[in-house]
């Protein structure tokens, strides 16, 4: 079946620390996403990538960090430099190509980091 | 200004009445529009994607006005489980990929 995978669901991590977030796809879509959303709040864009080696920062970016190595896997490190990292994370994936309109994001089911 | 906005809500309605929400956006070079529904701590998934002639699914419309810049989703005779968060997204200025949501309205359905 295809679809994108985000590991791990629940994530317990120390302040200070880094962490890197998963997140695979296999519909061979160009762009990923990563969205943090906080209780009660919409979603935040991160980082986003159009293209593999490519991406942009998004409206949140400070304290976070991505790569796009492979078409197929976009990870998102939350550094100890983002001041409150504790959220839900998201990660989506939509057909694009240059000169194209983007079609519908598909999302994971997300990542719960919880720093303490 | 946020690139995209909606009214959080809470919409509290009963079964069976019709109920709208409307998004806008301040870029009018945006090109693509979706509605997404949201559960409880689960991930959006994708309700309508937003033509510029207007779609309709069942008992839910959606529509775009570029003139006005916003996109709005009508849902009719309202069910128990339509009880959710209700979140637009749009991909500004053309060909840069990026897709920004809105803070989600929230529709309560009450019995």
């Known amino acids: 079946d295809g679809g994108i995978t985000q590991s791990p669901k629940y994530l317990f991590r120390k302040e200070g620390q880094n962490v890197t977030l998963s997140c695979e796809q296999n519909l061979n879509h160009d762009a990923m996403y990563w969205y943090r959303q906080d209780p009660g709040q919409g979603l935040r864009l991160i980082y986003y990538?159009?293209?593999?080696?490519?991406?942009q920062k998004g409206d949140i970016a400070e304290g976070y960090s991505v790569s796009r190595e492979k078409k197929e896997s976009f990870p998102l490190t939350v550094t100890s430099a983002q001041k409150n990292p504790t959220a839900f994370y998201l990660c989506?994936?939509?057909?694009f190509g240059r000169g194209l309109m983007n079609t519908e994001a598909f999302f994971g089911q997300g990542t719960r980091l919880t720093v303490v | 200004r946020k690139e995209v906005e909606q009214d959080p809500g809470p919409f509290n309605v009963p079964e069976g009445a019709t109920v709208a929400f409307n998004c806008t956006y301040s870029n009018s070079a945006s090109q693509s529009f979706f509605w997404y529904r949201q559960d409880c701590r689960k991930e959006p998934k994708l309700l309508m994607s937003v033509y510029s002639s207007g779609n309709e699914d069942g008992r839910f419309t959606a529509q775009l006005n570029r003139a006005s810049q916003y996109i709005s989703l009508l849902i009719r005779d309202s069910k128990l489980s339509d009880s959710a968060t209700y979140l637009c997204a749009v991909n500004l200025v053309g060909n840069t990929g990026k897709l920004i949501f809105g803070q989600g309205t929230t529709l309560q359905v009450k019995p």
């Open positions: 990538s159009q293209i593999v080696n490519d991406f």
């Open positions: 989506a994936s939509s057909i």
